[in-house]
């Protein structure tokens, strides 16, 4: 028997870096704030330094999530180079809705980043690993991620137990 063992799917949640609440601007276009960027930034840098750079990436349109996309994407620089696919049910869905999203994969993807918002993201988490410990009772923070290890296909993930969780700091 020889050949390199498959890794298993590993799913990664990432709750959109701290972003400003300018007077008159939409919720979808609120920016990232500095300290936003560089928690952003230092995601990345973990994501790498943990080994789970992703095949794939699903974000929500807005701004913050985009933004927080851009500085983790810096941060990989040449660690990998994924598929990015801006989904709008993840900026207004449920927590069924970004299942929704991924289980849509590209099945020979390995690793997907999930980039969202409160509640939806953290919610997602908890009924992932519905029989895992105890997370926080606030969920996600922002720029908070939850690694998720995936032992089905995308298509019939229903869960995931929870691996690890990290809140990036600059």
């Keep these: ?48 330094s943990q080994e789970y750079v992703p095949d794939l990436v699903l974000c929500s349109p807005s701004r913050r999530t985009r933004q927080t996309w851009h500085s983790v994407a810096v941060a990989l620089s040449g660690a990998g180079s994924p598929t990015v696919h801006y989904e709008r049910p993840i900026y207004e869905g449920s927590a069924d809705d970004l299942l929704d999203v991924i289980r849509a994969a590209d099945p ?18 908890a009924q992932l690993d519905a029989g895992g410990g105890e997370g926080d009772s606030d969920g996600l923070r922002t720029c908070g991620l939850a690694v998720h290890v995936v032992e089905s296909d995308w298509a019939t993930l229903d869960a995931a137990k929870l691996a690890t969780a990290h809140t990036a700091r600059a």
Aim: glycine letters at 8%.
């Design 1 to 48: 028997m020889s050949g390199a063992v498959e890794r298993p799917r590993t799913l990664v949640l990432l709750r959109h870096a701290k972003a400003d609440r300018p007077v008159g601007i939409p919720d979808a276009d609120r920016p990232l704030t500095d300290r936003g960027h560089a928690d952003a930034a230092a995601a990345g840098a973990w994501l790498v």
């Design 108 to 125: 020979a993807c390995r690793t997907v980043l999930l980039i969202g918002h409160n509640p939806s993201i953290s919610q997602l988490s």
